[in-house]
């Protein structure tokens, strides 16, 4: 699944569960874990389109909120926004978890049961799960063990949880508890802000033309962007250039 306001989800297999302890600068894998993308930050997450989505993940990560629900398009930041809870909640001192449910289906079970004592669980993709009881069972006793503790939930997938075709309603119902927010498809001016951003982060300066050019002849989804920023990023080392309209069509045919 694509992150939007960052480079796509790092691919992560079915034993890749990313769990941030006390310093946060170092990540401890429950079985065999990889790094968050560096771009899965809140203040990586640009523009206005989902600025009061960014806003309430940010009080799950401070404490503010115990439990959210994001659903939207594909590409519209709900990955972006839990792999970043999951860092801030690092950062800040606490156990925090992404779980790409789509990826670790088929270990879900015994998986989310030994979450727990989690400060804060980020659940990516909750519908790969729906259907399977015992997996439905194992995040319903999850989601209410975090209420008890105190901990924290944010959860997300395209569609509503009354929407996922979960066999158990009263899953459904625990994850909408805390609220649901939609995320929407970025406009214009947030990928413009966004294209400026993310070179910013890889040490290249890129002209507001540039990213203007970039947007009217290129393809216009956030992940074919990140993937051209990505070129363009690999070419420009290689070739000791600015980004330039010139190098930018040369670069990108």
Same mark, same amino acid.
């Given at each position: 699944?694509?992150?939007?306001?960052?480079?796509?989800?790092?691919?992560?297999?079915?034993? $890749? #569960?990313?769990?941030? =302890?006390?310093?946060?600068?170092?990540?401890?894998?429950?079985?065999?874990? /990889?790094?968050?993308? !560096?771009?899965?930050?809140?203040?990586?997450? #640009?523009?206005?389109?989902?600025?009061?989505?960014?806003?309430?993940?940010?009080?799950?990560?401070?404490?503010?909120? =115990?439990?959210?629900?994001?659903?939207?398009?594909?590409?519209?930041?709900?990955?972006?926004? +839990? !792999?970043?809870?999951?860092?801030?909640?690092?950062?800040?001192?606490?156990?925090?978890?992404?779980?790409?449910?789509? !990826? /670790?289906?088929?270990?879900?079970?015994?998986? +989310?049961?030994?979450?727990?004592?989690?400060?804060? #669980?980020?659940?990516?993709? #909750?519908?790969?799960?729906?259907?399977?009881?015992?997996?439905?069972?194992?995040?319903?006793?999850?989601?209410?063990?975090?209420?008890?503790?105190?901990?924290?939930?944010?959860?997300? $997938?395209?569609?509503?949880?009354?929407?996922?075709?979960?066999?158990?309603?009263?899953?459904?119902?625990? +994850?909408?508890?805390?609220?649901? @927010?939609?995320?929407?498809?970025?406009? $214009?001016?947030?990928?413009?802000?966004?294209?400026?951003?993310?070179?910013?982060?890889?040490? @290249?300066?890129?002209?507001?033309?540039?990213?203007?050019?970039? +947007?009217?002849?290129?393809?216009?989804?956030?992940?074919?962007? @990140?993937?051209?920023?990505?070129? %363009?990023?690999?070419?420009?080392?290689?070739?000791?250039?600015? %980004?330039?309209?010139?190098?930018?069509?040369?670069?990108?045919?």
């Amino acid at each position: 699944m694509a992150g939007v306001n960052g480079a796509p989800a790092v691919p992560i297999s079915i034993t $890749d #569960v990313v769990v941030f =302890e006390q310093a946060a600068v170092m990540a401890t894998q429950l079985i065999l874990g /990889v790094q968050l993308p !560096q771009s899965a930050t809140l203040d990586a997450f #640009v523009g206005e389109t989902n600025a009061p989505v960014r806003a309430a993940v940010a009080q799950i990560v401070d404490g503010r909120s =115990e439990r959210l629900f994001l659903h939207g398009p594909e590409a519209s930041g709900k990955t972006h926004l +839990l !792999q970043a809870a999951c860092r801030a909640a690092g950062d800040a001192g606490d156990r925090s978890v992404y779980v790409p449910l789509d !990826q /670790v289906a088929d270990q879900a079970e015994s998986l +989310l049961a030994g979450l727990q004592d989690m400060d804060c #669980v980020c659940v990516d993709n #909750v519908a790969a799960i729906a259907g399977d009881r015992d997996a439905e069972i194992a995040l319903l006793s999850l989601t209410d063990g975090l209420r008890a503790r105190g901990g924290r939930l944010l959860a997300a $997938d395209r569609r509503p949880p009354a929407e996922l075709g979960l066999a158990l309603a009263d899953l459904a119902s625990r +994850l909408a508890w805390g609220g649901t @927010m939609a995320t929407a498809e970025l406009d $214009d001016a947030d990928k413009h802000a966004l294209l400026i951003e993310r070179a910013a982060q890889r040490g @290249m300066e890129m002209p507001d033309a540039t990213a203007r050019w970039l +947007l009217r002849h290129g393809e216009r989804d956030v992940p074919a962007l @990140m993937a051209a920023l990505d070129t %363009l990023d690999h070419a420009s080392l290689a070739a000791h250039r600015r %980004l330039t309209i010139p190098f930018v069509k040369q670069t990108l045919g």
